[in-house]
C-alpha cells in the first residue's frame, strides 16, 4: 500500500518517553540538592527564590520548599519598600496559582496561600475569591478550597446573605454535595435567627425560613431518596437544641454529674465554683466513650464539705455557649437543676420543640416518600424519628414495623433496642 | 481560470462534499488512498452548508437561477474520450434536492443614520431592502433578484471555505473548550463575540434589515440543523478520528417543549429534577424512578414484556405517570411519536440518558460555527493526508467497462479522463434515468432570525432545543433549535432559529402554523405587536425562510442502477442525530477496503517520521492549501501547522476522553459519599 504515513512505533516512542524522564529526574535530584545546601548555608536571596520556584512548579508537594521559601521571602521583606513587598507578594500568588493547576489538592500551596495573604500589605479578597469560585466549579468538593474559601470569606467580609446564595448556586448545580449543605446549615442561624425569648445563645433558625429549607430538602430526597447528603441536612433541620439537661452535685462523694441532650464531647466543659474556675478532670460513664451524655468530675477534697456553708455552681459548655447554674443550700446533702422539659419531653429530645402541626405535615411528607420508596433506609428512619417525636406510644406499632424493614443491619438494631427499651 | 491538470488516476473519485462523503474521503486518505474530492458548488458541504448571511442570499439567487444546461458541445469532447467496450453514463448537472423556497422578511427597512454615515461600506448601500419586504404575499422571486445584487455577492458573501480565515481565533482556543465548564466557555464565547458596538445598547436599538446585512458576516446559517448527542455516532467518531481536533463545540443549555400554549423546561437531568417548579415532590420521584428504570430497561422485561406490542404512550400511562411526565417523557427525552412501540421509545430514552452528564446537563452538543463545520473537518483531515481538493468541478459522466460493468474511469467538467477504482457520489448528481425507486420523503425546514428567546431566562447565552408536539393529530412533530449568538452563527442581540419536520406539504403550510403559535409575526415591516401583552412578549420574527429539502435517506443501493463500484451517498435525513449519515459512510468504506480500519486515530505530528533529514521545511499554512482548489497539501504541513500553535498539543483528545470519565453519568444514584 502506498501513501501512508509513517508513524513512529509504540516502543520507539516508550523509550523515548523513559528517557526523557530520566532526565527530568537528574535535573529535579541536582536541583534539589542545591537548594537544600543553599538552605543549610542559611543564604536568604533572589536565586533560592528562583531555585525553590522551578522545583515547586513540578512538584507542589515539597513542604521544606515552601518553608524554606517562607524564610526567603521574609527576609527579603526587611530590606523592601511597601510597594515592592506588594509586588513580591503578588507574583508568590501568581506563582501559587500555577502550581495549583499542577495539584488543586496541595496542602503546601493551599497553606502558603494564605500566609502570604497575611503578609500582603494590600490583600485582594476579591479576586482571591474568584479563585475559590472557579476552583471549585472544577471540583465541588475540593475541601482545600473550601477551607482556604472560608478564611477569605472571613477577611473580605462577604455578607452572609450572598454565601447562602452561593449555596444556593451549589446545591442547585449537584445537591450531592455535603460542603454546601453543611456551610448552609452553618449561615442560616446567622440570617435567620430564631427569636430568643430568653437571653440564651440561640443557634436555631426561625420557623419561617425552616419551612423554606424544610421544601429543599424534600425536593432532594424526592428526586434522589439514596442521597445522604440531603437527608443528613434534613436531620439537622429537624434536630433540637442542644443543651445541658442536668446538673447534679453530691456533697458527700464532692461530685458533679452533667447530663446533655445528646453525647458531647468533654473539650468544651468548664466547671466555675463559687466564680472561681476549677481545674477537673471529666470522666465518661465508659473511659472508652469520648462522647457521652453523661459526664462526671471529682471537685477537689474538702471544697463543698462544710454542710453549713451555701455553694454555687455553673457549668459552661463553650462550644455551644451555653450553661447551667445549680446552687447547693445550706443544709442540703444534694441538689440538682435539670431542663423543665418533662421525663417524657427528654425522650423525646431528638427532636426540636416545633409546632407538632408542622412535624405532623413532614411526617406525612416522608410517608408519602415511603409509598414510593418501601425500601429506602433514609426514609424510614427519618418517619420513625418524627413519630417518636410526635406520639412515639400511638406510633407504636407502625414504628416497629419500619424496624423490621430496617433490620437488616446492626446499627439498627441498637436503636431499636433504645426505642424500645424506653417504652417500659 | 485556467487550472493545470490533475493527476490522471485516483483510488477513489469523491463528488460532493456533504458529511458522508467528506467522512469517506478522510477515512480513504487517512489508510493511503489517494483521493480526489470534488464539488460543483463554490461552498464545501453541499446541502449540509452553512453560510453567513450574505452567502445565505446569494445561495438563494443560484437556487433560483438554477436551470437545465443544455447539452453543449462538452458531451462532444467528452464523447471522443469514450473508447470501444467503454459506455458513458452522464451525470446530472441540475440539483433538484431544494424546492419551495421562500423568503419573507419583517425587518424595518429604515435605514440606521448615525452609524451608516460613520462607514459607508460601498456594499451596503440601500440595497433594495425594501423590495424584499413588500413580497409578503408570495412571489418574492423579485425580491430575491435584487437583494442580492452583484456587487453584495462580491464583497460579502463568502464561501464557507473563505470563512476559515475569519475564524482563524477559534484554532488557537479549540483545546480547551470541550472540556471545559460550560459557564467560562460562555464567558470566553461572549467577548469572542462581542461586536465593536456595545452588545446592550444594541438589543435596546431595533435591528433593521440593514443591520442584518451589515453585520452578516456574523451568521452561520445551517441547511440542515441537527445536534450531536453526545454519545452518539458522530462524536465517537471525532474523538476516535482525531478529527475533534478541527472543531470546538458547545452544550445545548436546555430542552424546552411547548404545551397547552406554553413554552417550558423540560427537566431532564438530576439537577433539573431538582431544581424543577412545575413538578410536584410526588412528580419528581416518578420521573427519577422512571428514568432510572430507563437506563437498564433491558435488565428488567418483566416490567414492560406485556407493552412490546403496543405504543409507548400506552406504557406511559400505564406506569401511572402524570400527563406532565408524560408529554415530556414521550415528546422530549424519547422524541418519539403516539405511535412508536415500547422498546423503541424505551431505547430512545436510554440513549437520550446515557448521553447526559457527559459534557453538560442535556446529552447534546452543537458544533461552533455551524453544522456546516462538520464535513469541512473530515475535509481537511482527507487533505492533511493527501487528498485533492476542487470546488466548482464537477464529473460529467462515467466511463463503465461494457465487459465487467464497473467503473474505470470519470470525465470531469474540464473534459479530462481520470481513471479510479472507486466512485462515490451524492445523490443530487444522479440522473433520474439511473434511479429504481424515486419515492423520496422530503424534510421542511424554516431558518428565523428572531429579536430576543422563546424563554429568556437569567443566560441570554443558552442554546435550546425545543419539541413542538403535533400541533393536530395530522401535523407532524416539529423539532426547533434556537442559537444564541455566543454559538458563533448569529449577530449579537438576536437568534437563530431552526425548524425542521417531516414534510407533509410545502415547508410552509407545515410550519407558519408553528410559528405564528410560538412568534410575534408583523403585518407590516418593523412594526411593534399592537395586540395584548401575550403577543408583545413574544419574540418577533425579523427574517425567515422556508424550503423543501428532499431526504433520500430511505433509498439504498437497489435504488440505482449503477455499477457496484459506485457508491451513492444519500442526502441528510429527517432525524435530529447524524448516525445515519456516519453509519452510512462507515459502511461505504467498508465495501470499498473491506480489510481496512475506518478512521483509526490520526497520528500526533511529532510521531510522524519524515523522509529528508532534520527537521522537514515549513510548508505553507493549511488554511490556505484548502483554500486553494488543486492544491495538495501533504502531512509536513499539518506538521507546520501545529508548530505554529502550541495549544494544538497531543494531549487533546486524550482529555475529550478524561471528561468523560470524570464527568458523572447524571442519572445514576449517586454513590455514598
Known amino acids: 500500500m502506498h501513501g501512508r504515513v509513517k508513524v513512529k512505533s509504540t516502543a520507539q516512542q516508550e523509550e523515548e518517553k523513559r528517557k526523557e524522564r530520566e532526565k527530568k529526574l537528574k535535573a529535579f535530584v541536582s536541583a534539589r540538592d542545591a537548594v537544600l545546601r543553599k538552605r543549610s548555608a542559611g543564604e536568604h ?27 526567603v521571602l521574609l527576609q527579603l521583606e526587611t530590606s523592601r519598600e511597601k510597594d515592592e513587598v506588594q509586588k513580591l507578594y503578588e507574583s508568590e500568588l501568581h506563582f501559587i496559582e500555577a502550581c495549583l493547576k499542577v495539584n488543586p489538592k496541595s496542602y503546601g500551596c493551599w497553606h502558603h496561600r494564605s500566609w502570604v495573604n497575611t503578609r500582603l500589605p494590600q490583600p485582594d479578597w476579591t479576586r482571591e475569591l474568584g479563585l475559590c469560585d472557579r476552583c471549585l466549579s472544577l471540583d465541588e468538593r475540593n ?21 447562602l446564595q452561593f449555596t444556593d448556586r451549589l446545591i442547585g448545580s449537584n445537591f450531592s454535595n455535603y460542603s454546601s449543605w453543611h456551610y448552609r446549615s452553618t449561615l442560616l442561624p446567622q440570617l435567620h435567627p430564631q427569636p430568643a425569648p430568653d437571653s440564651i445563645h440561640s443557634h436555631r433558625v426561625c420557623e419561617e425560613q425552616l419551612l423554606k429549607e424544610y421544601e429543599l430538602a424534600h425536593n432532594a430526597f424526592f428526586t434522589d431518596p439514596n442521597d445522604q447528603s440531603a437527608w443528613f441536612y434534613y436531620r439537622w433541620l429537624l434536630g433540637r437544641e442542644e443543651m445541658i439537661s442536668c446538673v447534679y452535685v453530691s456533697r458527700e462523694r464532692e461530685r458533679v454529674s452533667v447530663a446533655f441532650s445528646k453525647p458531647v464531647h468533654s473539650e468544651g466543659l468548664m466547671l466555675v465554683l463559687d466564680g472561681q474556675p476549677q481545674q477537673v478532670e471529666w470522666r465518661s460513664t465508659h473511659p472508652r466513650l469520648r462522647h457521652s451524655p453523661v459526664w462526671l468530675c471529682d471537685l477537689p477534697p474538702g471544697s463543698v464539705s462544710d454542710i453549713s456553708n451555701e455553694h454555687n455552681l455553673t457549668v459552661h459548655w463553650t462550644e455551644k455557649y451555653t450553661h447551667r447554674d445549680c446552687a447547693l443550700y445550706t443544709g442540703c446533702a444534694e441538689s440538682w437543676c435539670r431542663d423543665s422539659a418533662t421525663d417524657q419531653e427528654l425522650f423525646r429530645s431528638e427532636l426540636s420543640v416545633e409546632k407538632s402541626s408542622v412535624l405532623q405535615a413532614e411526617l406525612q411528607s416522608c410517608n408519602q416518600l415511603l409509598e414510593l420508596e418501601p425500601q429506602n433506609k433514609w426514609c424510614l428512619l427519618t418517619i420513625i424519628l418524627l413519630m417518636r417525636a410526635l406520639d412515639p406510644l400511638g406510633h407504636e406499632k407502625e414504628t416497629l414495623a419500619h424496624f423490621q424493614t430496617l433490620k437488616v443491619r446492626k446499627y439498627y438494631h441498637y436503636l431499636n433496642e433504645r426505642y424500645s427499651g424506653s417504652r417500659k | 481560470m485556467a487550472a493545470e491538470d490533475l493527476p490522471s488516476q485516483f483510488d477513489v473519485v469523491i463528488l460532493g462534499t456533504g458529511l458522508t462523503e467528506s467522512v469517506i474521503a478522510a477515512a480513504c486518505s487517512r489508510v493511503g488512498q489517494s483521493v480526489l474530492h470534488l464539488d460543483r458548488r463554490n461552498y464545501y458541504a453541499g446541502n449540509w452548508a452553512s453560510f453567513t448571511f450574505n452567502g445565505l442570499l446569494s445561495w438563494i439567487e443560484q437556487y433560483k437561477n438554477q436551470q437545465e444546461v443544455p447539452i453543449t458541445e462538452l458531451e462532444q469532447v467528452w464523447r471522443s474520450l469514450i473508447d470501444e467496450g467503454e459506455d458513458a453514463v452522464p451525470l446530472s448537472a441540475l440539483d433538484s434536492s431544494i424546492s419551495n423556497l ?98 446592550t445598547v444594541e438589543v435596546q436599538k431595533k435591528i433593521t434589515y440593514q443591520k442584518l446585512v451589515k453585520e452578516g458576516r456574523r451568521f452561520n446559517i445551517d441547511l440542515v440543523s441537527k ?107 424519547a422524541m418519539v411519536t403516539q405511535h412508536t412501540l415500547t422498546e423503541e421509545g424505551l431505547k430512545a430514552t436510554q440513549h437520550f440518558l446515557r448521553c447526559l452528564g457527559r459534557y453538560g446537563n442535556t446529552p447534546f452538543l452543537f458544533p461552533l460555527y455551524g453544522l456546516g463545520e462538520i464535513p469541512q473537518c473530515f475535509c481537511r483531515m482527507c487533505a492533511v493526508f493527501g487528498g485533492i481538493y476542487c470546488l466548482r468541478h464537477s464529473v460529467e459522466c462515467l466511463v463503465v467497462d461494457k465487459v465487467s460493468n464497473k467503473v474505470k474511469a470519470v470525465i470531469d467538467t474540464r473534459g479530462q479522463r481520470i481513471s479510479c477504482s472507486h466512485f462515490v457520489v451524492e445523490d443530487s448528481y444522479i440522473r433520474d434515468e439511473q434511479r429504481q425507486s424515486t419515492a423520496y420523503r422530503q424534510i421542511s425546514r424554516a431558518v428565523l432570525i428572531t429579536d430576543r428567546s422563546v424563554l429568556p431566562s437569567e443566560s441570554d447565552q443558552q442554546i435550546s432545543m425545543v419539541t413542538i408536539p403535533p400541533l393536530e393529530s395530522s401535523a407532524p412533530a416539529v423539532r426547533m433549535v434556537e442559537l444564541c449568538s455566543s454559538s458563533m452563527t448569529c449577530m449579537p442581540g438576536t437568534y437563530l432559529v431552526h425548524l425542521t419536520c417531516s414534510s407533509s406539504g410545502k415547508a410552509q403550510e407545515d410550519l407558519a402554523p408553528v410559528i405564528s403559535q410560538l412568534f410575534h409575526v408583523s403585518t407590516i415591516p418593523g412594526e411593534e405587536p399592537s395586540e395584548g401583552a401575550e403577543e408583545r412578549s413574544k419574540p418577533a420574527v425579523l427574517w425567515v425562510m422556508y424550503f423543501n429539502m428532499r431526504d433520500t435517506s430511505a433509498l439504498d443501493s437497489s435504488s440505482y442502477s449503477l455499477p457496484s463500484n459506485v457508491h451513492v451517498c444519500t442526502g441528510p435525513d429527517d432525524s435530529l442525530c447524524s448516525d445515519y449519515s456516519i453509519k452510512l459512510a462507515e459502511s461505504v468504506f467498508h465495501h470499498i477496503l473491506p480489510d481496512e480500519e475506518f478512521c483509526p486515530p490520526a497520528p500526533n505530528p511529532e510521531d510522524i517520521i519524515y523522509d529528508g533529514d532534520g527537521p522537514q521545511a515549513k510548508g505553507p499554512g493549511f488554511d490556505e492549501s484548502t483554500n486553494t482548489e488543486a492544491d495538495k497539501s501533504l502531512a509536513e504541513e499539518e506538521g507546520a501547522t501545529h508548530e505554529k500553535s502550541p495549544s494544538t498539543e497531543n494531549s487533546e483528545p486524550a482529555e475529550m476522553d478524561s471528561v468523560t470519565q470524570q464527568a458523572p453519568l447524571d442519572m445514576t444514584p449517586a454513590s455514598e459519599e
Not at chain 2, 130 to 159: F, I, L, P, R
Not at chain 2, 162 to 187: L, R
Open chain 1, 45 to 71: 536571596d533572589e536565586e533560592a527564590l528562583q531555585l525553590t520556584q522551578q522545583l515547586l512548579s513540578s512538584n507542589p508537594d515539597f513542604a521544606t520548599l515552601w518553608n524554606y521559601r517562607r524564610e
Open chain 1, 143 to 163: 475541601f482545600h478550597c473550601w477551607d482556604y474559601r472560608r478564611v477569605v470569606v472571613k477577611e473580605s467580609g462577604v455578607s452572609v446573605e450572598q454565601e
Open chain 2, 102 to 199: 421562500e423568503v419573507f422578511c419583517y425587518a424595518s427597512e429604515e435605514e440606521e443614520k448615525e452609524e451608516e454615515m460613520k462607514t459607508p461600506l460601498s456594499s451596503f448601500q440601500p440595497v433594495n431592502a425594501e423590495t424584499v419586504s413588500e413580497e409578503a404575499n408570495g412571489d418574492s422571486t423579485e425580491a430575491h433578484d435584487t437583494v442580492t445584487g452583484d456587487d453584495t455577492t462580491a464583497s460579502d458573501a463568502k464561501t464557507p471555505n473563505e470563512e476559515h480565515e475569519v475564524s482563524e481565533p477559534k484554532e488557537d482556543q479549540h483545546t480547551s473548550d470541550i472540556s471545559e465548564p460550560s459557564q467560562s466557555q460562555e464567558e470566553k464565547e461572549s467577548q469572542l463575540s462581542s461586536s465593536p458596538a456595545d452588545p
Open chain 2, 227 to 333: 445536534l450531536m448527542y453526545s454519545r452518539g455516532a458522530l462524536v465517537d467518531l471525532l474523538i476516535k478520528s482525531n478529527v475533534s481536533r478541527y472543531a470546538e463545540f458547545k452544550n445545548i443549555g436546555r430542552i424546552l417543549t411547548y404545551r397547552n400554549g406554553k413554552v417550558e423546561q423540560v427537566p431532564c437531568s438530576r439537577a433539573d429534577v431538582f431544581a424543577s417548579k412545575q413538578l410536584t415532590v410526588v412528580e419528581k420521584r416518578m420521573l427519577m424512578k422512571f428514568l432510572t428504570f430507563c437506563l437498564d430497561f433491558e435488565q428488567h422485561p418483566e416490567e414492560y414484556q406485556d407493552y412490546t406490542e403496543k405504543p409507548f404512550r400506552e406504557f406511559l400511562k400505564n406506569k401511572k405517570l402524570t400527563e406532565n411526565l408524560q408529554h415530556f417523557i414521550l415528546h422530549s427525552i
